[in-house]
């Protein structure tokens, strides 16, 4: 089998440095440019500086050359991958989608999963997920992910293709629950960034944590998830990862507003627009879900963090 990562931004460059240590991988870009510049330094100057990209990678912008290989790699941001997939969609046909994304879109209030199936209706399509930092991979680092494929044999066919030296893939068949792990939890490290920016310490950031972990329990089982699917590596192992690393753009974003300074726009931080659709699901669900709507409504600047934290404390007392 042949792969091919669909979008050279940290993660797709990552995932085609981990993947060339198994055989030859075609690492394509929509940017001509950024492409030609990638194949004549080999490296990605803008997102993983310095750390060279293998010789078994190809960098390509021809989308005929990267649609050789039988299984794909969807690198792209959440909010970006229907229309990246509607771009190709008639070429994707039959072909083995792998999205790497963690998002709820948007418009749909659907995960990638379910976006795929939409966009291309006869491909064959899995997730990974879980905690990892472009970084670390890129520098072979030890990591654990989540392979979640409806389909068992195509599974454990991806598991073994996908696995490499230092990148472990387990197994689930449970999808939506290891779609909303990865989505949900940039939204409580939105939240977690901006309690340390803020000076509130580290207990607040604990509470936000576990209470922002009952919200992400209860939106997945609202959507069908397996409750053992979120305390693996794609709910609560990626929960941690990210609301305690400063190398997360989401807790790094997060923190800009708890200090009140300026954030990088071109940055992508997918628990923006999560946070928005998680919510606004939760209401029309009646679901309770206090931390998740206070982020969408700081990320939008309705509200400075002392308020937000205020409004999070004042709330009526309840069991645990
Ligand atoms: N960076 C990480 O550490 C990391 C780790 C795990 C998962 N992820 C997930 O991977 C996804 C991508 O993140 P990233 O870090 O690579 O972001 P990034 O901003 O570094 O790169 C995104 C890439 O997608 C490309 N792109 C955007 N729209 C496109 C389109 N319509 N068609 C084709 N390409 C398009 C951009 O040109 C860019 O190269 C996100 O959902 C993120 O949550 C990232
Ligand atoms: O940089 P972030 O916040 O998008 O996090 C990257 C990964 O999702 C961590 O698992």
Redesign the pocket.
């Known amino acids: 089998m042949s792969v091919s990562v ?7 460059t ?1 995932l085609a440095i981990s993947l060339a240590g198994n055989g030859p991988v075609t690492l394509w ?3 001509g440019d950024q492409a030609k510049q990638m194949r004549a330094a080999r490296e990605n100057a803008t ?1 993983l500086p310095s750390i060279a990209l293998p010789a078994d990678i190809t960098v390509t912008a021809d989308i005929a050359e990267a649609l050789r290989a039988a299984t794909l790699l969807l ?4 909010q ?1 991958l229907r ?2 997939l509607q ?1 190709h969609a008639p070429a994707l046909r039959g072909k083995t989608l792998v999205a ?4 709820i879109e948007l418009t749909s209030g659907l995960g990638p999963v379910a976006v795929i199936k939409e966009s291309v209706p006869d491909a064959r399509v899995a997730l990974l ?1 879980g905690p ?4 670390d991979i890129a520098h072979g680092l030890p990591t654990a992910l989540t392979l979640a494929c409806e389909d068992t044999e195509l599974g454990k066919a991806l598991q073994t293709e996908l696995t490499t030296a230092n990148l472990r893939l387990y197994r689930t068949t449970d999808t939506i629950g290891a779609e909303l792990g ?1 989505a949900l939890k ?1 939204v409580m490290a939105i939240g977690c960034g901006a309690a340390i920016g803020a000076g509130l310490g580290d207990s607040a950031r604990a509470a936000l944590m576990t209470r922002g972990f009952a919200e992400m329990q209860r939106f997945a089982a609202m959507r069908g998830a397996r409750a053992d699917t979120l305390m693996g590596l794609s709910g609560l192992g990626d929960l941690v990862l990210t609301c305690s690393s400063e190398l997360s ?1 989401n807790y790094r974003f997060g923190l800009s507003l708890g200090l009140n300074q300026p954030f990088d726009s071109q ?2 931080v ?1 628990g923006v627009a999560t946070a928005r659709a998680m919510s606004d699901i939760a209401a029309k669900e009646g679901l309770d879900m206090p931390i998740s709507a206070t982020v969408a409504d700081l990320s939008h600047g309705a509200y400075s963090v002392t308020e937000a934290i205020q409004n999070l404390l004042n709330r009526p007392l309840k069991e645990e």
């Not at 669909?6 to 797709?12: I, P, Q």
């Open positions: 669909l979008g050279s931004g940290a993660f797709g990552a870009s929509r940017n997102r690198a792209v941001p959440m970006k229309s990246a771009d790497c994304c963690k998002g997920t990892s930092f472009a970084d990865g940039n753009r940055m992508t997918e």
